[in-house]
């Protein structure tokens, strides 16, 4: 498992540059969320092969005041031999939205995938993150999520494991 490795999506207008969302690689797992620092989301995958989506600031009766929902629990991200889906969002991206996301930092990023607002159909996004140590020759099989409606595939091989970005229309 990478040390620290951060991946932004950033959105721009043309004007503003955001970070829409982040992908992060440590040594305790995978975890991707959303820039809002309103919304405080995020979706993790650790170590041990369990993954989880969390939102905070509502009631339940686990932890005081967050809310986690198990995804599955399967091989630890060091094991995978193909793609482990790790997220999957869809995030408003119309101009009235752009200004609830944080202005975009570069020094926090070790890559970055940008989008450009105007380049986009509809008011939203599909950003959908996959894990994995594919075999080279299975590498032009990507998970069945890839679809008609995909703007935008990132491959990040610097990552440990390596990081798919796909970000798609929202249907």
């Not at 905070?56 to 686990?62: F, I, P």
Request: charged fraction near 20%; aromatic fraction near 8%.
């Amino acid at each position: 498992m990478a040390k620290g490795y951060r991946l932004q999506v950033a959105l721009t207008d043309g004007k503003e540059l955001r970070t829409l969302a982040w992908i992060e690689c440590r040594p305790e797992g995978i975890y991707s969320g959303v820039g809002a620092p309103q919304v405080k989301f995020h979706s993790s995958y650790h170590k041990s092969g369990c993954a989880h989506i969390r939102k905070e600031g509502v009631a339940t009766s686990e932890p005081p005041g967050v809310a986690a929902v198990a995804l599955f629990s399967g091989q630890p991200p060091s094991m995978l031999a193909g793609w482990q889906p790790v997220s999957s969002l869809c995030l408003a991206v119309d101009d009235s939205s752009l200004g609830d996301y944080p202005a975009f930092r570069h020094r926090r990023a070790n890559s970055t995938v940008y989008l450009d607002r105007r380049t986009l159909h509809g008011e939203a996004v599909s950003l959908d993150v996959f894990a994995g140590r594919p075999q080279w020759g299975s590498m032009l099989c990507w998970p069945q999520v890839v679809r008609r409606h995909l703007r935008l595939a990132h491959l990040d091989m610097r990552s440990d494991p390596w990081l798919l970005v796909l970000v798609g229309d929202a249907l």
